[in-house]
């Protein structure tokens, strides 16, 4: 059975014009060669699929019977073809565009081709909202919309960090330290503390200082922060993906350093690296 909610189902039965047991305007034969060439089903002879009924009821069975991603990969054609019949009758709405970009999301999810990233998860509630923003707009394949929500869970994130550190996060004027700045008054505590043995690590992080500084401009010029001309969904998820990286492993660093003091105030030295 395919994981599809039922309000996602109903959105689907409209948009396939289903109620009278129809779907679009294909015809038994030619709904049967559809489904047969995108999904390798025979609707009328395979088994589990004999039954007389409808064409609405035989894609039903289809949702019933088969796995995420047939599923994902039909709905996604026919999503296609969808938008076709309603462009030829003049009545492919607003409304109806966005029902189908909403759907194409949907299928996508099925397929398995969304954008996924692992965030550090925090308790903090205002973080914990930043996350769901996030991940809400990952399923629907927008990985756009999280430039900003990102870039603000990132910077209060490392302000936390840095407090945890006893860094300062303002300026001598007491303004906000930028992104940027938070990285790089942690690479310097921690070259401070020798936390790390590898030389590797705090280039790693000394690299990523430049990368979050491009993150606020990324974010200030075409991010929806402002009226700006939006970054493209192909950039816009490799930002995503290496901001999130970033952010997780200085995360996990910090785990790393809590439990190093812990073990040294215990007089122990069995630490386990988080990375």
């Known amino acids: ?53 409808s064409k609405a009821k035989k894609l039903r069975q289809i949702w019933e019977k088969e796995s995420d991603n047939i599923v994902g990969s039909l709905t996604e054609e026919m999503l296609n073809l969808c938008e076709d019949y309603y462009s030829k009758r003049n009545d492919l ?27 550090p998860e925090k308790e903090e509630e205002t973080l914990q909202t930043l996350i769901e923003d996030i991940n809400s707009a990952l399923s629907r394949n927008e990985p756009e919309l999280v430039l900003d929500r990102l870039h603000t869970f990132s910077t209060k994130l490392l302000r936390h960090i840095c407090i945890d550190n006893d860094v300062d996060v303002t300026d001598s004027k007491g303004n906000n330290l930028p992104l940027h700045s938070l990285a790089g008054m942690l690479k310097k505590k921690y070259e401070q503390n020798s936390l790390f043995n590898s030389s590797f690590t705090l280039s790693a992080i000394q690299n990523s200082i430049s990368l ?36 997780t492993f200085i995360d996990k660093a910090e785990t790393y350093r809590k439990k190093m003091e812990k073990n040294n105030s215990n007089g122990t030295f069995d630490i386990d690296i988080p990375f």
């Open 1 to 53: 059975m395919a994981n599809l909610s039922f309000r996602e189902k109903i959105k689907l039965e409209e948009l396939f014009d289903m109620s009278s047991g129809y779907v679009l305007d294909f015809s038994n034969t030619s709904f049967s060669r559809f489904v047969g060439e995108v999904a390798n089903i025979d609707i009328y002879g395979g088994i589990g699929y004999q039954e007389d009924v």
């Open 93 to 119: 709405s607003d409304s109806r565009k966005n029902q189908i970009d909403e759907m194409r999301a949907v299928a996508l999810r099925l397929k398995g081709t969304v954008t996924k990233v692992n965030l």
């Open 212 to 247: 979050f500084d491009q993150y606020n401009g990324v974010r200030n010029n075409q991010s929806y922060a402002h009226d700006n001309e939006i970054l493209g969904k192909l950039e816009a998820e490799f930002a995503v993906k290496i901001m999130a990286n970033l952010i």
